[in-house]
């Protein structure tokens, strides 16, 4: 039996939202922040369906998932995107 928490935590929002889709890439909202990722960086997101691209889930604040396009992304990376260069080979 679970017992209920008597002072409740901060809560934190684990919405991600996809804010706009452009030629250059995909804007997305998490947690009060806006991050773009260019489709240059990025390129699982350049022939994905709007459909596929709307579909994104956020576990613990900062990992962000495409379960359509099994794509993963840690918010890390987005905020220092020069310090985890990614490469499409």
Known sequence: MLKKLNKPGKRISNKAEIQNISKEGVWVWLNDQEFFLPFTEFPW?????????????????????????????????????DAYPLKFV
């Open 45 to 81: 997101f350049l022939k994905a369906t709007i459909a596929q691209i709307y579909d994104i889930e956020c576990f613990h604040g900062h990992h962000l998932h495409w379960p359509s396009l099994d794509v993963d992304v840690d918010v890390a990376t987005l905020k220092h995107l």
